[in-house]
Nanobody, 125 residues
Framework: QVPLVESGGGLVQAGDSLRLSCAASGRIFKNYGILGWFRQAPGKEREFVAAISWAGGITYYADSLKGRFTISRENAKNTVYLQMNNLEREDTAVYYC?????????????????WGQGTQVTVSS
């Protein structure tokens, strides 16, 4: 089992910013794989937010979120961040990080191998 621990969620107002963190343990992440962020709002399917390759730092974003959200990694801490700016009510969801050890479709949740427990983000207007 490869644990992933998310943190940084909370209750904010529209227009505010939050930075989520995902701490990953296990040396396997250092050389390959993709770490992605997904979110799931009540009554909706889990949707792709962003992803980053662990080795090369290549980033991927949901088209609708590009420009407001930024994904980054800090290899020394085995941690990936999701900076979320100008938050909107529609961003309210549980945010999950996940690892895909053999990435081919980085936007497909079912391709990911390990998941964190999620962190709640609530944006009030």
């Amino acid at each position: 089992q490869v644990p992933l621990v998310e943190s940084g969620g909370g209750l904010v107002q529209a227009g505010d910013s939050l930075r989520l963190s995902c701490a990953a343990s296990g040396r396997i992440f250092k050389n390959y794989g993709i770490l992605g962020w997904f979110r799931q709002a009540p009554g909706k399917e889990r949707e792709f937010v962003a992803a980053i390759s662990w080795a090369g730092g290549i980033t991927y974003y949901a088209d609708s979120l590009k420009g407001r959200f930024t994904i980054s990694r800090e290899n020394a801490k085995n941690t990936v961040y999701l900076q979320m700016n100008n938050l909107e009510r529609e961003d309210t969801a549980v945010y999950y990080c996940a690892v895909d050890l053999n990435p081919t479709r980085v936007r497909v949740a079912t391709d990911y191998d390990y998941w964190g427990q999620g962190t709640q983000v609530t944006v009030s207007s």
